[in-house]
């Protein structure tokens, strides 16, 4: 699998946005769904977004849902996270992962158990 980068993570206020990326070396990045999770201080990892191998198919979680939007570049091998109207509920390390399995058609019941590939994280913290 290949290396992760996140980036883009800070402080800022409630209601303002960020924009992290993940930069995944290798020409395999294209052939898979990407996701992001987040985990806050004395809580599990959980997941936030994900994308098909194809961008054409996304999912995030209800918390999310509305704020954030995910998006993929495969010639850049780069997947953002649009985040907007940021809560301090959303403070937490946000880490991208690579799927498993290459060319999944759906990405809509996918678990953390089925990404195989983490990057180190980026913090985001939001300030109420």
């Known amino acids: 699998q290949a290396p992760l980068v996140e980036s883009g993570g800070g402080l800022v206020q409630t209601g303002g946005s960020l924009r992290l990326s993940c930069a995944a070396s290798?020409?395999?990045?294209?052939?898979?769904?990407m996701g992001w999770f987040r985990q806050a201080p004395g809580k599990d990892r959980e997941f936030v977004a994900v994308i098909s191998w194809r961008g054409d198919r996304v999912f995030y979680a209800d918390s999310v849902k509305g704020r954030f939007a995910i998006s993929r570049d495969n010639a850049k091998n780069t997947v953002n996270l649009q985040m907007n109207s940021l809560k301090p509920e959303d403070t937490a390390v946000y880490h991208c992962?690579?799927?498993?399995?290459?060319?999944?058609?759906?990405?809509?019941?996918?678990?953390?158990?089925?990404?195989?590939?983490w990057g180190q994280g980026t913090q985001v913290t939001v300030s109420s």
């Open positions: 290798g020409r395999i990045f294209r052939s898979y769904a």
């Open positions: 992962a690579v799927d498993r399995e290459p060319n999944r058609l759906g990405v809509e019941a996918m678990s953390r158990l089925d990404f195989g590939s």
